[in-house]
């Protein structure tokens, strides 16, 4: 499955008409943090080497985040529901 994915929905911020709002609490969330900061944690020392290889200035990334989500390929994330 392909899309944009909801990160509401998927934590019932929201009720759609096929969920029963007496069963949220049953739900396990195994992971659950602000997208931007994991970037951040993951990719910022790597993306400061590959910055520092770089001798054109317009190959040099300024935030991972932002491209990926700008990119044509990739997706921000991607999410498994068990």
Same mark, same amino acid.
């Given at each position: 499955?392909?899309?944009?994915?909801? %990160?509401?929905?998927?934590?019932?911020?929201?009720?759609?008409?096929?969920?029963?709002?007496?069963?949220?609490? /049953?739900? %396990?969330?195994?992971?659950?943090?602000?997208?931007?900061? %994991?970037?951040?944690? /993951?990719?910022?020392?790597? /993306?400061?080497?590959?910055?520092?290889?770089?001798?054109?200035?317009?190959?040099?990334?300024?935030?991972?985040?932002?491209?990926?989500?700008?990119?044509?390929?990739?997706?921000?994330?991607?999410?498994?529901?068990?």
């Amino acid at each position: 499955m392909t899309g944009k994915g909801s %990160v509401n929905h998927n934590s019932r911020k929201f009720h759609a008409k096929n969920t029963d709002p007496e069963r949220s609490c /049953l739900n %396990v969330e195994y992971c659950n943090e602000n997208i931007k900061d %994991v970037y951040h944690e /993951l990719f910022d020392e790597a /993306l400061a080497r590959y910055n520092e290889k770089q001798t054109r200035s317009d190959r040099r990334i300024d935030d991972y985040y932002e491209k990926i989500c700008s990119g044509k390929q990739e997706k921000p994330f991607h999410e498994i529901i068990l």
